[in-house]
């Protein structure tokens, strides 16, 4: 496990693509990042509004994408807020903008880590056996 990672998922998903060129990773992983952008964006929008479901579902989706790929870090931040939104928390506002920047940073971090895993194990032109 690297740093939030666990590293057996993304070599699983890896085993699992028939291409043999790593497309089942590196693509899941860009389709993280993108995920990963519009949901933060939800997120924020959540909390600024008070729009708790939206917040819920964002988190929630964040969630459980980065449990799919093994970032477990990134996973438990959005657990907490993921709570916030589904069970209406009175909690000081400010509280709730630190979960939010706490999971934009390990939703970040993780894929940043995911990106490097996949440059490493599954590379785009992996070299001539």
Not at 55 to 69: D, I, K, M, T
Request: hydrophobic letters at 40%; a negative charge.
């Amino acid at each position: 496990m690297t740093a939030g990672l666990d590293t057996s998922l993304l070599s699983e998903l890896g085993e699992l693509d028939d291409s043999g060129e790593g497309l089942l990773p590196r693509g899941l992983v860009e389709d993280y990042e993108m995920n990963r952008q519009k949901l933060v964006v939800d997120l924020r929008l959540g909390v600024q509004s008070g729009d708790l479901k939206k917040v819920e579902f964002a988190a929630h989706s964040l969630r459980s994408s980065s449990g799919g790929l093994g970032a477990k870090s990134a996973q438990l931040a959005c657990e907490k807020l993921e709570s916030y939104g589904r069970e209406a928390w009175t909690i000081p506002h400010s509280e709730v903008e630190g979960m939010l920047s706490h999971v934009e940073t390990e939703t970040r971090l993780a894929w940043i880590a995911l990106t490097e895993y996949v440059a490493i194990h599954h590379p785009a032109n992996p070299p001539a056996a």
